[in-house]
């Protein structure tokens, strides 16, 4: 696979070594003719010059690349490079950092960003994913912003706790795709029993992320669990317990029921930017 990176600071030559050691063929553009003897990246190709002018993408023969990566400093330069590779050399996939997370709305396929790689973002969500329990959490965006990786650990007071993965009604755009339990990984199947502590992840849409938010959230505990029903045994059929003397059984759990029944939990950006449309 070919691969342009366009900037070769810390984090386009650190993506270079990489890709250079699963055998792909990379080129690095930088403005600045020094960086290519400290980079220190054997068996890359290197062009110096300015990646937003045309000409130079075009003496990179951009169009033969499979993949771009913008990796500079400067969020303006990784969009420009994203939209110039997608709408003048049909690249088939773009890869943009986003230096600002302010600026990060811009970076979709209106600029021909096909993954905005987020870097305070992602490790805020590790860092939510290690210590947030009970809440999900975006992992990572796919699609330009249309789906998502997202995780949630199970409490281990959860109404899920015993349920099996065919027993939920998961919303329709929300796939679960791994159980992590006990720092192993496992493919779900339906009859897989969910347990405290474990950590399943899905790919959802965003706009399903708030009903999956919801369904395993506590509050929704009683609507999903199982329940006894008001015919069911003991404290309901018989004088003890009801506070009723003969005849009175039936009578006296009615009551007692539709109080139960009646009950229901309530569950319950805009950005500033500058004149050209950046923060920063």
Not at 7 to 31: C, F, M, N, Q
Not at 98 to 114: A, E, I, Y
């Amino acid at each position: 696979m070919k691969v342009v990176i366009v900037g070769a600071g810390s984090v386009g030559s650190s993506i270079a070594r990489e890709l250079l050691a699963h055998k792909h063929e990379i080129l690095l553009i930088d403005l600045k003719p020094e960086v290519i003897g400290r980079s220190g990246l054997r068996g890359a190709h290197w062009l110096v010059g300015d990646a937003c002018e045309l000409s130079t993408l075009q003496d990179a023969k951009l169009e033969d690349a499979d993949v771009v990566v913008s990796a500079t400093g400067d969020d303006k330069v990784n969009l420009v490079v994203s939209l110039l590779a997608k709408t003048e050399f049909g690249i088939g996939r773009t890869v943009g950092r986003v230096n600002n997370p302010k600026n990060d709305w811009m970076f979709n396929d209106s600029w021909g960003v096909d993954v905005a790689v987020n870097t305070p973002q992602l490790m805020t969500a590790l860092v939510e994913e290690a210590v947030e329990i009970g809440d999900l959490v975006r992992l990572l965006t796919l699609q330009t912003g249309v789906s998502s990786i997202v995780e949630f650990t199970v409490p281990h007071d959860s109404h899920a706790i015993g349920l099996t993965v065919g027993d939920i009604d998961w919303p329709e755009d929300s796939t679960l795709v791994a159980i992590l339990r006990d720092q192993a990984p496992i493919t779900p199947s339906r009859d897989d029993v969910i347990d405290g502590g474990d950590e399943l992840f899905f790919v959802t849409t965003i706009a399903a992320e708030d009903q999956l938010r919801e369904l395993l959230s506590p509050g929704s505990g009683e609507e999903n669990a199982p329940s006894e029903g008001p015919g069911s045994g003991e404290g309901n059929g018989s004088g003890e317990g009801n506070g009723s003397g003969e005849g009175q059984d039936g009578a006296a759990a009615a009551p007692a029921t539709a109080d139960q029944l009646g009950r229901s939990d309530q569950l319950g950006r805009s950005d500033q930017l500058d004149d050209d449309g950046f923060d920063g």
